[in-house]
Structure formats: C-alpha cells, structure tokens
C-alpha cells in the first residue's frame, strides 16, 4: 500500500469513525466536553504518524483503544497540570472591589458622553496630546494651524470637559488614581 493510499484510508476511518469515537469518549466521561474534539484529532494525528495502517486488521477496535489511552494521557496530564486542593480556595482573593468595578464603568462611561460634545477638531487635538503626548507644535503642524489656536482649542476642551462632568466624578476620578 503506497503512502497516499494510506492517507486515503486514514482519511476514511477519519469521516467513518470521528461521531462514533466521539460518543466512545463522552461515556468514559475521562475527560471534559470541551476537550472531545482535541482528544479525537489527537487519535487521528498518532494514527496518521503510524507507518504500517494495513497491518491493523480491526480498525475500529484500534482506533477505540487508542482513543482510550489518549483520554488516559489526557486525564493524568490534566490533573497533574491543575492539581486541586480545597484548602486553597479559602486562600484565594479577588483583587476586584465590585463596587469600585461598577463606579469605575459609570466614570468611563460619562467621560466618553462629555468629550462626545467636543467638536471633532477638538477631539483629535485632545487625542494626539493627551494619547500620544505630542507637544502643541507638532499638533499645529498636523492641522496646519498656530501653535496658540492649538492651545486655545485644547484650553476651550478642558474647560468644556470640565462643565460637563459632574464635580462628585471629578472628585472619583482624582480617588481611582491614589
């Protein structure tokens, strides 16, 4: 049998066999859901790398044993990867306030609504200052403009920026960052 008709033929178990070997898998219920398809292509790759396809006279109940030591290898590999100790749950924090996470989306949120009533102008001034740190005259030189409209537009902003957004967020903007 020449290489491409092993191929073929491994091919062809792969499109017979790969519903069935699934269901074999799912009942030994070694591995997890999740994992089934990673497990079956495994089975397939080793198959393929194996040179003498016609020597395999039962080829199904070669391909299920093979499929149950690849979910044995993946079972002893998985529990020594995440070795699990109910112990170390009690030891586990979550560095996430909820309270803080919720205020700080309600902060981004009215920030975003406040720079939307700036002009576009405005905002791409905004942006290429306070997002890239350009200096005002690299800024004029992008917009073709002085260095002092420049300055104006982004005092102009601020100013709006600071109109727009309620003092108690400025006051929870200024805590996040202590």
Do not use: C
């Amino acid at each position: 049998m020449n290489d491409q008709d092993a191929k073929n033929r491994l091919a062809d178990w792969f499109r017979q066999w790969r519903s069935p070997l699934r269901k074999f898998l799912r009942g030994r219920r070694a591995i997890p859901a999740s994992d089934l398809d990673d497990v079956a292509q495994e089975v397939f790759l080793r198959l393929m790398r194996y040179e003498r396809t016609e020597l395999v006279e039962h080829p199904q109940a070669y391909l299920y044993k093979m499929a149950a030591n690849v979910a044995a290898e993946w079972a002893i590999r998985a529990h020594h990867a995440k070795p699990h100790d109910s112990h170390w749950l009690a030891t586990l924090s979550s560095g996430d306030d909820p309270e803080h996470s919720v205020s700080r989306r309600q902060v981004e949120r009215e920030v975003l609504r406040a720079i939307e009533t700036l002009s576009v102008r405005q905002r791409r001034m905004l942006k290429l200052h306070y997002f890239e740190g350009l200096p005002y005259a690299e800024i004029a030189e992008r917009f073709g403009a002085s260095q002092r409209s420049v300055k104006r537009a982004l005092t102009k902003s601020y100013d709006r920026l600071y109109h727009e957004l309620d003092p108690h967020l400025l006051g929870e903007i200024t805590d996040g960052r202590e």
